[in-house]
């Protein structure tokens, strides 16, 4: 079985199971507590947001992945 790292974290996946375990975000791999904080994150961002426009969905899910990658963690706005 292949090795699998989350992109986020860079920690290893144990039995990477598609969308159960990791889940493929374009050319990333999430954990699911990765791919948790980015959905926590998106629906912060996206409450501010309307009216909604999918360009700038996606736009935004890449950015939070790329400072997730540099950070090696999401950060989630906690301000509910
Ligand atoms: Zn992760």
Known sequence: MKQLFCDICKKEVVEPIPTRTYFHVREFDLC??????????????????????F???????IDLIHDGVRKNKISVAKKA
């Not at 507590?33 to 629906?43: G, Q």
């Not at 360009?55 to 935004?60: C, I, N, Q, R, T």
């Open 32 to 53: 699911e507590s990765c791919k948790d904080d980015l959905e926590a994150a998106v629906k912060y961002t996206v409450r501010a947001k309307k009216p909604f426009d």
């Open 55 to 61: 360009a700038w969905f996606d736009k935004l899910r």
